[in-house]
């Protein structure tokens, strides 16, 4: 299960299309994605860090107080350039919107599946 958290309705969109081949969940907020994140903890999770309500980074940091959640790798797919090291938030690529070529998104994707740790 792949879980996407994007506010722009086009981007979630996207998302759906892009992977279309595997099991998604799409999330407009950061609290929606966290509500489901208690009952379901997904392979991967594709977040945009400039969210209306909590950003994801406030995300980021809410999911290491679970322990179930630590191993989750995250993909940052933002409107601007993050500079910052986000590996111990499970961030293992940071994409840029309009820079980000379909292909590398998906391949991300590919090597994040089945990663996780229990």
Not at 18 to 44: C, H, K, T
Request: hydrophobic share 45%.
């Amino acid at each position: 299960m792949i879980f996407v958290v994007d506010d722009e309705l086009e981007w979630r969109g996207y998302y759906e299309r892009l992977l279309r081949d595997f099991e998604v969940e799409v999330f407009s907020d950061g609290v929606a994605v966290m509500e489901r994140m208690n009952e379901v903890v997904p392979e991967v999770l594709i977040m945009d860090v400039l969210l209306t309500g909590p950003t994801g980074f406030a995300v980021l940091h809410e999911m290491q107080s679970y322990e179930e959640l630590t191993g989750v790798p995250v993909i940052v797919v933002s409107g601007v350039a993050v500079e910052e090291d986000l590996s111990e938030y499970g961030v293992v690529r940071v994409f840029e919107k309009g820079k980000m070529l379909p292909g590398e998104l998906l391949e991300a994707v590919k090597e994040c599946c089945g990663k996780h740790k229990d």
